[in-house]
């Protein structure tokens, strides 16, 4: 058991990438592509929105940097 946690735990950023691509490909088999876009962007958006009430960074922080206006 210590073996397979060991392996798992070097192999951590190869596993979560299968697991992403195998979500992302079976949302678009069922949605489409630019639905499963959408959710994509959704998630993304709620990740920054959470890290920023986290405090890691400021919302304006965030919007300046996706959205530069001058």
């Known amino acids: 058991m210590k073996d397979l946690l060991s392996s798992l735990r070097s192999a951590g950023g190869r596993i979560i990438g299968t697991i992403v691509g195998l979500v992302i490909g079976l949302l678009w088999a069922m949605f489409g592509f630019w639905k499963t876009a959408f ?5 993304v958006a709620g990740y920054l929105v959470g890290k920023a ?5 400021g919302l304006e922080t965030i919007l300046r940097r996706l959205l530069p206006l001058r």
């Open 39 to 43: 959710i994509i962007l959704c998630a």
């Open 53 to 57: 009430l986290d405090g890691d960074e």
